[in-house]
């Protein structure tokens, strides 16, 4: 299990302050890179890319009153996709902390987010641990 970025794991979280270049441009986080691409294309990309920490980019990105981005619940799954590959492939430590993992089945357990997470209780669709899951096959068949 893992969701804030002091525990166990913790590296795991989207917070966690590992830069990512995606598009061209360099992301602070994950975070700072999935809320952005809510607004690909508009000026709130770049205001969020330029958010002082994860947590002001998460709520610029959940900030409702800015034109959502169309599509957005068909491309949300493929954004996190790529956001955490290039996380764990752009970072040699991280990359080895997931593949240390070997076969164990990853969990973001929180009751603050029943798709990304476990809803607390195990019953939310734990999308991102099955994201992390995926790229850690990946990586190492991309590894041998």
């Excluded at 966690?16 to 061209?24: D, E, H, M, Q, Y």
């Excluded at 169309?70 to 290039?86: F, G, I, N, P, R």
Aim: charged share 30%; proline share 2%; with cysteine.
């Amino acid at each position: 299990n893992f969701y804030r970025e002091g525990d166990e794991y913790g590296q795991f979280s989207n917070f966690w302050k590992a830069a990512i270049t995606l598009n061209g441009k360099t992301w602070p986080t994950t975070e700072h890179y999935f809320q952005a691409q809510k607004f690909a294309g508009t000026e709130h990309e770049e205001l969020v890319r330029q958010a002082r920490s994860p947590k002001e980019a998460a709520d610029m990105g959940r900030d409702r009153s800015l034109p959502l981005r169309s599509h957005w619940e068909e491309l949300k799954d493929m954004v996190m996709y790529a956001a955490c590959y290039a996380k764990f492939t752009q970072h040699a430590d991280l990359r080895q902390l997931l593949l240390d993992t070997e076969d164990a089945y990853l969990v973001e357990h929180t009751r603050n987010d029943r798709y990304w997470g476990d809803g607390g209780d195990g019953t939310g669709r734990n999308q991102l641990g099955k994201t992390l899951m995926l790229i850690r096959d990946r990586i190492r068949a991309e590894s041998q």
